[in-house]
């Protein structure tokens, strides 16, 4: 039944956790990542990251790339929580960066990520895309394909392309993957 179902599951994600030294280092990157967060710090702006795994990997993954210092708050999800497309977990870390969700961009390149977006009241959900190995999100407000396309649209820059030239909008045929 369900419930037998939640717990197998549960414990064997506790016995892979376990038997995996560093997870992090089985999780890279995407390219450029540090460099923007950088950028991102030096702007008013904040920077969360909510995750899936738990607050422990997420904390582990942050500082095995060198990314603590430029996140201003973190969250992941824990044994009770509910999990993403829930929006509980996403407004905690509003509440923890004193920001309203909707002045939120919520970056992500999965279709939870873009329901907890749309459940929470985010400003917009923005789907990473081909530049890293994946599939732009169907139904995203916008969709990157490098992390300056990110820098362009949160802070803006004249060394920068545009965001119509760097980011195009979610489409019907976008829609349609």
Request: aromatic content about 6%.
């Amino acid at each position: 039944n369900w419930d037998q179902g939640q717990r197998l599951v549960s414990q064997i994600f506790k016995q892979v956790d376990g038997a995996v030294a560093l997870k992090a280092a089985q999780t890279p990157t995407f390219v450029g990542t540090g460099a923007m967060l950088l950028q991102l710090g030096q702007s008013p702006l904040k920077v969360g990251v909510l995750s899936s795994d738990t607050t422990a990997h997420v904390v582990e993954f942050l500082n095995h790339y060198g990314l603590i210092q430029c996140v201003d708050a973190w969250r992941g999800t824990e044994p009770g929580d509910k999990a993403k497309p829930h929006p509980d977990l996403f407004w905690e870390l509003c509440d923890c960066l004193q920001i309203q969700p909707q002045h939120t961009l919520m970056v992500g390149d999965s279709w939870a990520d873009l329901e907890v977006a749309r459940n929470a009241g985010a400003a917009a959900f923005v789907s990473v895309g081909e530049g890293w190995g994946r599939s732009p999100v169907p139904g995203a407000d916008l969709v990157i394909s490098h992390w300056s396309d990110l820098l362009d649209i949160a802070i803006g820059s004249d060394e920068r392309p545009s965001v119509s030239q760097a980011v195009h909008p979610a489409d019907e045929e976008l829609s349609a993957l």
